[in-house]
């Protein structure tokens, strides 16, 4: 059984920082991806980033891209995703996920985490 079990949300000021932590559990995942999601109230889960756990390879979405970065321990079977310089519309239940395949859309993934909530205050 498959679990994963992310972390590290909170309310936050614009501007600050926040690590958000992905333990993963119940089979090997050398030969997956894991992405992280968002979703805010009122609006479709949207595309965050996602890093392959065979050669570490990542992608992250252009509203994103140069403050937020995914990463991973395989030893600790463990994603991680370092936001920095959060704005007000990074607020949203941040969530992890399992794919077969290094992609964008959340139809791909298999495997869902309970999510994490990060508020950004202005």
């Known amino acids: 059984q498959v679990q994963l079990v992310e972390s590290g949300g909170g309310l936050v000021q614009a501007g600050d920082s926040l690590r958000l932590s992905c333990a993963a559990s119940g089979r090997t995942f050398i030969n997956y991806a894991m992405g992280w999601f968002r979703q805010a109230p009122g609006k479709e889960r949207e595309f965050v980033a996602v890093?392959?756990?065979?050669?570490?390879?990542?992608y992250h979405a252009d509203s994103v891209k140069g403050r937020f970065t995914i990463s991973r321990d395989n030893a600790k079977n463990t994603v991680y995703l370092q936001m920095n310089s959060l704005k007000p519309e990074d607020t949203a239940v941040y969530y992890c996920?399992?794919?077969?395949?290094?992609?964008?859309?959340?139809?791909?993934?298999?495997?869902w985490g309970q999510g994490t909530q990060v508020t950004v205050s202005s």
């Open positions: 890093i392959s756990w065979s050669d570490g390879n990542t």
């Open positions: 996920a399992v794919s077969r395949l290094l992609g964008t859309a959340a139809r791909a993934y298999d495997y």
